[in-house]
């Protein structure tokens, strides 16, 4: 019988991702927006690794910028996995807002927004992609608004995190965010199950914000989050409670983060 496996002839890399690679761990990886490479790459000879992100790289960028030619950018968007698509706006939201306008482009950044597991290291950007436009409750679909419209003037929200080191007053903007919620059970279940992920574990914080409804940027409800999105440069620390929570505590939500992704 016939070896039916697919032969994948080994490529050196091509020298333009030579250009963009980053070391995970001491090994060669592609972290771009456009795709990620899952094995350590060859810089020097050839491998199977190399030939698959290159097909894949060189793939995305003809299609990328034959789409942004012809502005059609939720093309763009649907060939980038949810995670990275921020990094394509970042870099091109001034355009997409100069082309599609104040509603087309809340809801594309809404769809974007609320698939990031991590906003960390794109949260600088925040302000300015809110900012450009004039109205950010754009973002909210109908039941959202009727939702938000129902809220109280003035809010309690919650950001449920963590950290390896004691948090206090002096130190508590490291963990300020865009991403809250008005439901306490469900951040603390974040502060305990999600955070951790990203930063350290040894202490599980609630933080508790008081707020007009004039300063929520957005409100978001479709991944049972109940979020409440706000710029995090205006957050005025006055107003800030802290609260370690026990890592013991049992959440008295079970809410599964996985079924929206």
């Given at each position: 019988m016939e070896d039916e496996r697919i032969h994948i002839e080994e490529e050196l890399l091509n020298n333009e991702i030579k250009e963009l690679v980053t070391y995970i761990n001491g090994q060669p990886h592609l972290r771009h927006f456009l795709c990620w490479s899952y094995f350590p790459l060859d810089l020097t000879g050839k491998s199977t690794s190399n030939t698959m992100i290159n097909q894949e790289f060189t793939f995305k960028k003809k299609k990328c910028e034959e789409y942004f030619k012809k502005k059609k950018y939720n093309d763009i968007l649907t060939l980038l996995d949810k995670q990275t698509q921020i990094e394509w706006f970042i870099e091109h939201y001034k355009k997409v807002y100069s082309d599609i306008g104040d509603k087309k482009y809340y809801k594309m950044l809404k769809e974007i927004l609320v698939y990031i597991d991590n906003h960390d290291p794109y949260r600088k950007h925040y302000s300015d992609l809110i900012?450009?436009?004039n109205d950010s409750t754009e973002m909210m679909t109908s039941n959202e608004k009727k939702r938000f419209n129902k809220l109280p003037q003035k809010l309690t929200i919650y950001r449920g995190t963590s950290s390896h080191k004691k948090i206090t007053k002096s130190n508590v903007t490291e963990l300020f965010g865009n991403s809250w919620s008005i439901d306490r059970e469900i951040s603390i279940w974040f502060g305990k199950n999600h955070s951790p992920k990203f930063r350290g574990s040894k202490y599980i914080i609630?933080?508790?914000?008081?707020?007009?409804?004039?300063?929520?940027?957005?409100?978001?409800?479709?991944?049972g989050e109940n979020e409440i999105f706000l710029d995090y440069t205006k957050i005025d620390l006055s107003r800030i409670t802290i609260e370690e929570i026990p890592?013991?505590?049992?959440?008295?939500?079970?809410?599964?983060?996985?079924?929206f992704q």
């Open positions: 900012s450009i436009g609630l933080l508790t914000y008081e707020l007009d409804k004039s300063d929520v940027v957005s409100y978001f409800t479709e991944r890592k013991k505590y049992i959440c008295k939500v079970n809410f599964n983060h996985e079924q």
